[in-house]
């Protein structure tokens, strides 16, 4: 028995909510786009639209950083440029925090543990094919963050993660794995067999490591050619 070291870390991120603009916010935002705009008043008449409507939708706007005041009239901002064309609207959300999990070995994050680890004094030795050589950045933990908390809320909206604003190591699981290390006499082959207690399954990846690296010893040494 041997540990395997697992690192997790405690991730921050930004989600944000996608919804496709409605047509009088898109009428506004091109109505600013192509002229001067100073008071809600002046929108209302233009538009049709009630005066405390469109007050309300002007806030809305400025907090999400579409449009801004300029020499007293409204103008878009880049943001409000970008979702004009595209017609989908971008908001934003608290921040948020979670924990990933991430084996070097297998380069791989892994799901919440399977069972409970029992705790234990017994100092385990090292994979002896460990290193501590990974691929953490922030794309490669957009993308896991994409995959797990990308979906629709419970009003219908798809809520996406925007940025990752910050990943930090909180600590080095060490988890226990069993070593098997086999002979099939009538097939003639050796092979390893690893259970991952973490994962609750045979390791597949540890087992071809291990094979690969030792197969020809363990031919060598038990059988002699």
């Not at 870390?9 to 930004?14: A, L, T």
């Not at 103008?75 to 991430?102: A, D, R």
């Not at 207690?197 to 038990?222: A, M, S, V, Y």
Request: overall charge negative; aromatic content about 10%; charged content about 30%.
């Amino acid at each position: 028995m041997w540990h395997l070291p697992v690192r997790t870390y405690n991730v921050s991120f930004k989600p944000v909510k996608r919804s496709k603009m409605d047509i009088l916010m898109k009428m506004m935002l091109l109505t600013f786009e192509q002229t001067e705009i100073r008071r809600a008043a002046n929108l209302s008449e233009l538009l049709l639209v009630e005066e405390l409507f469109i007050a309300d939708l002007l806030v809305k706007m400025q907090r999400m950083g579409l449009i801004r005041l300029e020499k007293e009239s409204y103008k878009l901002t880049s943001k409000g440029q970008e979702q004009v064309k595209t017609g989908i609207m971008l908001e934003e959300m608290k921040e948020e925090s979670t924990v990933l999990s991430y084996s070097p070995v297998h380069d791989e994050f892994w799901p919440e543990m399977a069972e409970h680890l029992p705790e234990t004094t017994e100092e385990l030795p090292l994979f002896r094919y460990a290193n501590n050589q990974d691929h953490i950045n922030e794309d490669r933990i957009l993308q896991v963050l994409a995959e797990r908390e990308n979906g629709l809320d419970e009003n219908g909206f798809q809520t996406v993660v925007a940025d990752v604003n910050s990943f930090d190591l909180q600590k080095v699981e060490q988890i226990p794995c069993l070593e098997f290390q086999i002979y099939n006499k009538e097939q003639d082959i050796f092979y390893a067999r690893v259970w991952n207690t973490w994962r609750g399954r045979w390791d597949n990846t540890l087992e071809k490591q291990i094979e690969e690296k030792e197969g020809l010893e363990w031919r060598e040494k038990w059988i002699g050619f």
